[in-house]
């Protein structure tokens, strides 16, 4: 299907584990986003890219990592899970930026729990 | 360091009557200011924006208003339904990268 895509929807892990979340588009949209949701905090950016290979912090980047060897898909890696990292994440790419506005596209949302 | 800020956590309004949601902002480098809707168990999307250079802009029963001398913006929706009621998310943009987003507004349309 056309679009942005996340897998898994849900996910819960344990402390101390590795998980990564899967982010796949279909438009060949050069940039990609990996936001977080929390109660109070609204939806803060934890990395982006611009292009494949090309990757930087957001916000928050403390124990993300992230990689995109194909412009379609942009992993977010938790290393080593820590209960502060529940959270919902959320996808997003859009357009390059070409002197008007361009909006982002979100794809559904991850909800993660750790224990 | 919130530099979006939405301080009305929720709002309720009866059907056909206008709803206003508020932003206020403190980063003078925003170029421009989005609004987004979000369902429950969906991702946000996009509803309107508005340039830094503009002081307003209109799209059907939407109207964003911005009055950069206040660092505020507002969205005005006109009729409401009960369709409108989600979340809604004010952004501020910095250049081509980042968006920064307020805590979100959560509508309540009552029919």
């Known amino acids: 299907d056309a679009g942005i895509t996340q897998s898994p929807r849900y996910k819960i892990t344990e402390t101390g584990r590795q998980v990564t979340l899967m982010c796949h588009q279909t438009?060949?949209?050069?940039?990609m986003f990996w936001y977080r949701q929390d109660l109070g905090h609204g939806l803060r950016l934890i990395y982006y890219?611009?292009?494949?290979?090309?990757?930087d912090k957001g916000e928050v980047p403390d124990g993300y990592v992230v990689s995109r060897s194909k412009t379609e898909n942009f992993p977010l890696t938790l290393e080593s899970a820590t209960r502060s990292q529940t959270s919902v994440y959320f996808c997003a790419s859009r357009r390059p930026d070409r002197g008007t506005n361009t909006e982002a596209f979100f794809g559904q949302g991850t909800r993660l729990t750790v224990v | 360091d919130q530099q979006v800020k939405q301080n009305s956590p929720s709002l309720s309004v009866q059907e056909g009557r206008i709803s206003i949601l508020n932003c206020d902002y403190t980063?003078?480098?925003?170029?421009?200011f989005l609004w987004y809707k979000k369902y429950p168990a969906e991702g946000p999307t996009f509803l309107i924006s508005i340039s830094s250079i503009k002081d307003k802009n209109e799209d059907g029963r939407f109207t964003v208003f911005l009055n950069k001398s206040a660092k505020h913006l507002s969205l005005h929706i006109v009729p409401s339904q009960p369709g409108d009621s989600a979340v809604y998310f004010c952004a501020g943009r910095t250049g081509a990268n980042n968006l920064f987003f307020g805590t979100g507004t959560r509508l309540t349309v009552i029919p």
């Open positions: 890219s611009a292009a494949a290979d090309i990757t």
């Open positions: 438009w060949s949209h050069s940039y």
């Open positions: 980063n003078s480098m925003f170029d421009y």
